[in-house]
């Protein structure tokens, strides 16, 4: 059923899991069945036991490998627990070489567990190519990229760290969540793991938690599946079908709300209270050409600073649109505020050192339609007290 020739947009719909082969059922059949019978005891099925394989969650397994190029495709319960499961990959004396505003959750596991486990990691500067080659030590087993980055959206050359890294021998992740595969294939770009939180665009409806990992070296691959059974955090067949619904609209949905993306952070760019606009589609944006070269859009991700707190909370407590929560990549507009919610984690003199200061917010540009959004950001910073640009705190 499938073909590669064709266009991303169809291949959404158009995968292995179009049609079910036993019914011809149009939608993938949820497989409720933690054990298989064996038919023969010479020759087992290919399905013993849910944790190590299930229909289901093969299915969305297969899919995210072909959309993104891929040969193996693994769910995991979570975005973390693929994070997490990758980082298996990693031994005692491993060193990883990580972008600095990494997402807080990965920061957390890097910082407070693999240090327990002897694996020494080193923050750097991403998008600068040369204060990572400097970082580079004989033990550096992994460089791990986030492009764009959380909640900054600085866009890392992944072919630069692509070359660094196989002329230094070692692998590269990638953590793809705010692009997908629509907009960015980082495994075209020579990455060796490519890894999701399914949570957000790739379902898009703010109602499932999920996680996805994709390779392109087969080796590799049967390595990640055996640390996948073998640690044991796999996506739940509800949930996995959750995401492979998700994924037919991805889409519509990310045109959509990138447009909008777009237009709200031109508005917001020129309005006086708003102190600097972070969004990879504006030309200003110090990494607009190399997003442009490795990506097919800045994605509907934006990030804006305020004077400061105060300004803050105006704005969130008069704001009608969007909800003001974590996460992001859903069908309603998110807006959140890194330092309280997603970075949370980051002990504060690590937020200031890299950029998160108290005035910037996060928005996720959802499905309303953009003049409404529009307008309800513009009521809303009338709200704000005037501040001279020059007098907020830079
Ligand atoms: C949300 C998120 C994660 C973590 O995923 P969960 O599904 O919440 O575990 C990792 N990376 C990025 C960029 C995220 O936005």
Redesign the pocket.
């Known amino acids: 059923m499938s073909n590669h020739d064709w266009s991303f947009q169809t291949k959404l719909l158009h995968n292995e899991a179009k049609v079910d082969t036993g019914t011809g059922a149009v939608s993938v059949p949820i497989h409720h069945s933690s054990t298989f019978h064996q038919f023969n005891v010479d020759e087992f099925g290919k399905y013993d036991y849910a944790r190590s394989g299930n229909p289901t969650r093969e299915a969305l397994e297969q899919a995210i490998a072909e959309l993104e190029g891929g040969t193996r495709g693994l769910a995991f319960s ?6 997490s499961t990758a980082f298996l990959l990693l031994s005692q004396g491993d060193h990883v070489l990580v972008t600095e505003d990494v ?1 807080g ?2 920061f957390r596991i890097i910082t407070d567990v693999l240090t327990r486990f002897g694996i020494e990691h080193t923050f750097v500067d991403m998008t600068d190519l040369h204060q990572v080659a400097s970082e580079i030590r004989p033990n550096t087993k992994v460089i791990y990229m ?1 492009t764009p980055s ?1 909640p900054l959206l600085k866009v890392t050359d992944i072919r630069g760290i692509v070359n660094l890294a196989k002329a230094n021998n070692c692998l590269t992740f990638l ?1 793809n ?2 692009l997908t595969p629509e907009l960015q294939r980082p495994l075209e770009h020579g990455v060796d793991v490519v ?6 665009f790739l379902s898009g409806h703010s109602d499932v ?3 996805l990992a994709v390779v392109k070296d087969e080796e590799l691959g049967n390595r990640l599946y055996k640390l996948q059974n073998a640690f044991g955090a796999v996506l739940g067949v509800q949930d996995a079908w959750l995401v492979l619904r998700g994924l037919k609209t991805l889409h519509v949905r990310l045109k959509q709300s990138q447009e909008s993306a777009l237009k709200l952070a031109h508005f917001l760019s020129e309005h006086p209270k708003v102190d600097e606009v972070y969004y990879p589609g504006l030309s200003f944006h110090p990494g607009y050409d190399t997003q442009r070269y490795q990506a097919d859009g800045p994605g509907a991700v934006l990030s804006f600073k305020l004077a400061n707190y105060d300004a803050v909370k105006t704005l969130v407590e008069n704001v009608k649109l969007p909800v003001f929560a ?4 859903a069908v309603e507009s998110i807006l959140s505020y890194p330092a309280k919610m ?1 970075h949370a984690a980051m002990p504060p003199e690590e937020r200031e050192k890299r950029g998160i200061s108290d005035g910037l917010l996060r928005l996720s540009v959802g499905l309303e339609n953009v003049d409404d959004l529009i307008k309800d950001f513009d009521e809303a910073l009338e709200k704000l007290p005037h501040v001279k640009k020059e007098e907020s705190v830079r």
């Not at 979570?78 to 994070?83: D, E």
């Not at 974590?326 to 990549?329: C, P």
Request: hydrophobic fraction near 40%; charge should be negative; glycine fraction near 14%.
């Open positions: 979570s975005g973390m627990a693929a994070i997402y959750g990965t986030e959380n953590d969540t705010f890894l999701h939180s399914a949570t957000k938690l999920a996680g974590v996460s992001l990549g997603s």
